[in-house]
């Protein structure tokens, strides 16, 4: 029904930055929220940043001042800038749509993942 794709992740050292983005296909009746999420081994999924339909955005306090989420004009694309970068934000980053794609379905999708990873 929707298909979410990642790009951008990659090696950097402290203090650099990086640009994800993930584009969706396909179709859905309402757009709830765009979101990301990143997982290191041997840790839950945790939420890093969040842009609802109105506009607002909602960050961890790990990332604020930081990270920044965005969506383009145009198409169904979701941006995390993230600079001054940390070893402990690697992970896995994922991007997360909450929409609605029928009258009756409300349903949650996933991007791939890719790989961050911050060392010297």
């Known amino acids: 029904q929707v298909q979410l794709v990642e790009s951008g992740g990659g090696l950097v050292q402290p203090g650099g930055s990086l640009r994800l983005s993930c584009a969706a296909s396909?179709?859905?009746?309402?757009?709830?929220?765009m979101s990301w999420y990143r997982q290191a081994p041997g840790n839950q999924r945790e939420l890093v940043a969040k842009?609802?339909?109105?506009?607002?955005?909602s960050y961890s306090d790990s990332v604020k001042g930081r990270f920044t989420i965005s969506r383009d004009n145009a198409q169904n694309t979701v941006y995390l800038q993230m600079n001054s970068l940390k070893p402990e934000d690697t992970a896995v980053y994922y991007c997360?749509?909450?929409?609605?794609?029928?009258?009756?379905?409300?349903?949650?999708?996933w991007g791939q993942g890719t790989q961050v990873t911050v060392s010297s």
């Open positions: 997360n749509f909450q929409v609605r794609v029928t009258l009756a379905a409300r349903t949650e999708y």
């Open positions: 396909g179709s859905f009746l309402i757009l709830y929220a």
């Open positions: 842009l609802d339909s109105g506009g607002r955005t």
